[in-house]
């Protein structure tokens, strides 16, 4: 008799935040067993994260979802960092120049949706308490809660490997050993979302001073919400925000606090920045927040995770039905990786510039940044990779220029109610074989074959992820 139970899934994704349920309904979409177990026992309303930027959106574009998305928020052209230096994201090459603006519950709200729809199974009230792994799979021990909320009996199941995407307290992070080195940068930062009698001239508002710094965004609904740190503060997590204060660090910031009132939700964070040294374990993989944490600024967190579950769900698939190999597993994290500390550096660039004590030092920073900003190639630099429409992965010696790089947005020549752009042909979650217009069409198992409508002369494959695997022709 074997000594493990038999197999519940093929991928087990522990969390249920955007970066859990993009993966789990990418793998659903495709055929693969997939479950996805969740601590909480409840759809929670905590909205920590609302900034969702162009390659984001492009990513939900190609699954249906970006133009639902937009619906609930706010879509906006530029990103005001501190003081008056801004990033224009309006010039983009891309069908979403800006960064929408809507709480999270909404982009996991869609996700959701779409991967019960695709046959992912959510366990709620599923605490992960261990795992332990083999040559053939991973046996994974949850605590079940029971129907009155009390614990019921452990129980253990089994997949062929596991993603950890539970945070930044990961369980599955811990089970393997995986270090998470780094330092705290912010503690006690407040979050509310709040009602103001007047609106702020331009939106989203930033700006450091002595006293700390706050930051107000539209989800055009009526809502703002407010992240304010109050220097010296070091209150625990747990710790009620008190709404005198949080008024207090906005008056500091701005001159006014907007008649903020009506909170209908509050919280406290500490913001640390950390990453594992490796996204991969032999069967278990670790993205979003379990693999890297960073401070608010730039709001590139969650967008982070969900481009970490694009890259890696089409590999799990490929290596599962037999299309790829261990090799193109171990791509996840050298893709991913860099991308992290990247995403890393950047943001803690930003925030260190806002923690600025001295007015000498925040005048010489705002000068200093808007100098820098006044450059076109530093502005359009900073705006590509804040987007992620810029970022991109190693290619190999002597490849094509555009091979590892985003694959754009490219017209097509389809009749029959077949799709028009490349995007909507991403959508049947295969590689993507772009072909010249008057080119001989052969289809091949796995692979989407389309025309371009445009004049380009050479075929390009871009990858279920949307990215350029390879460029043959002129």
């Not at 991973?138 to 993603?163: F, L, N, S």
């Amino acid at each position: 008799m074997s000594p493990h139970p038999e197999f519940t899934a093929d991928v087990l994704v522990v969390g249920a935040g955007p970066t859990g349920l993009l993966l789990a309904g990418d793998l659903a979409a495709v055929g693969v067993r997939v479950v996805v177990l969740e601590k909480r026992t409840e759809e929670s309303n905590l909205t920590r994260a609302f900034a969702v930027h162009a390659r984001t959106l492009e990513a939900l574009d190609a699954r249906g979802l970006a133009e639902q998305l937009i619906a609930t928020g706010n879509f906006i052209g530029r990103l005001r960092l501190f003081g008056r230096t801004t990033i224009d994201l309006s010039d983009l090459d891309t069908r979403f120049p800006g960064v929408l603006m809507t709480p999270q519950y909404h982009t996991e709200r869609l996700l959701e949706e779409r991967a019960l729809k695709h046959g992912a199974e959510i366990r709620r009230g599923a605490r992960v308490t261990g795992l332990s792994q083999d040559a053939a799979g991973v046996d994974v021990h949850v605590q079940p809660a029971g129907e009155d909320g009390a614990p019921a009996a452990p129980t253990t199941v089994r997949a062929r490997y596991v993603v950890g995407t539970d945070g930044v307290r990961s369980a599955v992070r811990e089970a393997i050993g995986m270090p998470f080195p780094g330092r705290s940068v912010l503690r006690s930062v407040m979050l509310a979302d709040v009602r103001l009698d007047s609106r702020p001239g331009q939106l989203p508002a930033f700006n450091g001073v002595a006293e700390g710094f706050a930051f107000i965004a539209d989800f055009g609904d009526g809502w703002y919400r407010v992240i304010a740190w109050e220097r010296g503060s070091d209150l625990p997590t747990g710790a009620p925000v008190d709404f005198d204060s949080l008024r207090a660090v906005t008056r500091a910031a701005f001159g006014t606090d907007f008649g903020m009132r009506e909170p209908r939700w509050t919280s406290r964070f500490h913001s640390d920045e950390r990453q594992v040294p490796r996204y991969r374990d032999g069967r278990v993989f670790l993205a979003g927040d379990a693999a890297h944490v960073h401070s608010p600024a730039g709001g590139l967190g969650m967008n982070a995770g969900i481009q970490d579950a694009a890259n890696l769900g089409w590999k799990l698939a490929a290596v599962l039905q037999g299309r790829g190999d261990d090799r193109l597993l171990d791509s996840y994290h050298d893709e991913r990786h860099p991308v992290g500390t990247a995403v890393l550096r950047v943001s803690g660039t930003i925030v260190r510039a806002v923690l600025a004590t001295s007015p000498l030092t925040r005048s010489l920073r705002n000068a200093a940044a808007g100098a820098a900003f006044l450059a076109p190639f530093a502005l359009r630099r900073g705006a590509l990779f804040i987007s992620g429409i810029g970022i991109h992965y190693p290619a190999p010696p002597g490849a094509h220029p555009l091979v590892g790089h985003r694959a754009p947005d490219l017209p097509l020549a389809e009749t029959d109610d077949g799709p028009i752009r490349l995007y909507e042909a991403l959508r049947a979650g295969t590689y993507v074989r772009v072909l010249p217009r008057g080119a001989e069409v052969k289809h091949e198992a796995g692979v989407t074959t389309v025309t371009r409508a445009d004049a380009g002369t050479a075929t390009v494959l871009v990858r279920p992820d949307g990215y350029v695997e390879r460029v043959s022709g002129p």
